[in-house]
């Protein structure tokens, strides 16, 4: 079993920095990408930021790719989010994910919350204007 542990989050201002760090524990070999996921009520999960391990391909949402940037450590498992000039939109809860899939190392691949196995219990962002 692996276990997803978020830490940081919290309430900042329009225009603030925050990172959220996540760190993957337990049976972690063959684990291939970690990956941050944010939702608000209502809505569906959808994609912040992913880091895949083998080749250290990133992803990122439209909305956060000039803002956001996502860093990790395969050896340790562990991955973090620095989110720049952050926007009352990006309040959200934020997940952090991480996959044994096989799926996650095509060379078209892109991250989508099914693809991910394992998943943390979120952290709550919230921005206020």
């Known amino acids: 079993q692996v276990q997803v542990t978020e830490s940081g989050g919290g309430m900042v201002h329009v225009g603030d920095s925050l990172a959220l760090s996540c760190a993957a524990s337990?049976?972690?070999?063959?684990?291939?990408?970690m990956g941050w996921f944010r939702q608000v009520p209502g809505k569906e999960r959808d994609l912040v930021a992913a880091?895949?391990?083998?080749?250290?391909?990133?992803y990122y949402s439209d909305s956060v790719k000039d803002r956001f940037s996502i860093s990790g450590d395969a050896a340790k498992d562990t991955a973090n989010l620095q989110m720049r000039s952050l926007k009352v939109e990006d309040t959200a809860v934020y997940y952090c994910?991480?996959?044994?899939?096989?799926?996650?190392?095509?060379?078209?691949?892109?991250?989508?919350?099914?693809?991910?196995?394992?998943w943390g219990q979120g952290a709550q962002v919230t921005v206020s204007s």
């Open positions: 994910a991480t996959s044994s899939q096989i799926t996650v190392l095509g060379p078209f691949w892109y991250p989508s919350p099914t693809d991910f196995d394992y």
């Open positions: 337990g049976r972690t070999l063959g684990l291939f990408v």
């Open positions: 880091i895949r391990w083998g080749d250290s391909k990133t």
